[in-house]
């Protein structure tokens, strides 16, 4: 199991979830048919169990578009989209990463799961915060019941933005308190970002309470020898693969 990073929470009885790590890849290979039954099986055999079937995006655009998944859409393609809610058993919900956040969405009380891709301009539109108001609003979900995951994403360390992407944050939260401003090198001011905890406190603002969400703390990029990581690998990588299954 050395190739999944997981949280222990949410990898049990009643539900199976994983982040991967290299040499994995949900790019390449394995974007073609045979490839990605390869991979499917692979994943099975090592968590011993058998998907209903698996759904991703299918493809994603960094917007914020959540697609409910049932059995009339189930076998169907979701067109563009960056996010997936179900209450299904035995379907898995797959993001494909490389420095963007997946967000695991997950309420035990009413039983649905859910898989965000936000990257910075998905987080920018409040992908992660929209998912779990479909899920109130669709589920019946309680605020007090969601629990969230943010798994390995490019941190506020490695994260360097320009000042316009700066000005984007500006427009949803207070940014000096998650961007951190660097030494000026060759006349220009570098900037930091914190996306993980923008996410964390969006959440909370619905009121998901903040013991409720939980965060990797794992940088993609200072570990782009373990995952995929786009500034890591010099913008030659795969993918990391995410997936959530309510068993």
């Given at each position: 199991m050395n190739?999944?990073?997981?949280?222990?929470?949410?990898?049990?009885?009643?539900?199976?979830?994983?982040?991967?790590?290299?040499?994995?890849?949900?790019?390449?290979?394995?974007?073609?048919?045979?490839?990605?039954k390869k991979l499917i099986e692979s994943i099975e055999a090592d968590f011993g169990y058998k998907f209903r079937a698996v759904k991703q995006c299918t493809k994603q655009v960094h917007g914020d578009r959540v697609i409910i998944v049932d059995e009339q859409n189930l076998d169907e393609e979701t067109g563009p989209a960056d996010g997936l809610l179900t209450d299904l058993r035995g379907v898995a919900l797959e993001i494909h990463t490389a420095d963007c956040q997946s967000v695991f969405l997950y309420d035990p009380v009413r039983g649905v799961i859910g898989n965000v891709h936000s990257g910075w301009k998905g987080t920018v539109q409040r992908i992660a915060p929209k998912a779990a108001q479909r899920m109130i609003d669709h589920y019946g979900s309680s605020?007090?019941?969601?629990?969230?995951?943010?798994?390995?994403?490019?941190?506020?360390?490695?994260?360097?933005?320009?000042?316009?992407?700066?000005?984007?944050?500006?427009?949803?939260?207070?940014?000096?308190?998650?961007?951190?401003?660097?030494?000026?090198?060759?006349?220009?001011?570098?900037?930091?970002m914190d996306t993980t905890a923008v996410n964390r406190d969006l959440l909370a603002a619905l009121g998901i309470p903040k013991e409720n969400i939980f965060l990797s703390g794992v940088c993609t990029?200072?570990?782009?020898?373990?995952?995929?990581?786009?500034?890591?690998?010099?913008?030659?990588?795969?993918?990391?693969?995410?997936?959530?299954?309510?068993?």
């Open positions: 190739h999944y990073f997981t949280f222990d929470r949410i990898n049990n009885e009643k539900i199976l979830s994983f982040y991967s790590r290299k040499p994995i890849d949900f790019g390449g290979a394995a974007l073609e048919a045979e490839g990605r605020p007090r019941d969601i629990e969230i995951y943010i798994n390995p994403s490019i941190l506020e360390c490695c994260f360097e933005i320009e000042e316009d992407v700066v000005e984007q944050f500006a427009g949803i939260v207070d940014v000096s308190k998650y961007c951190r401003k660097d030494r000026i090198e060759s006349g220009r001011q570098k900037y930091f990029m200072c570990g782009h020898k373990e995952y995929h990581s786009y500034r890591g690998d010099h913008h030659v990588t795969g993918r990391n693969g995410s997936m959530i299954c309510l068993k």
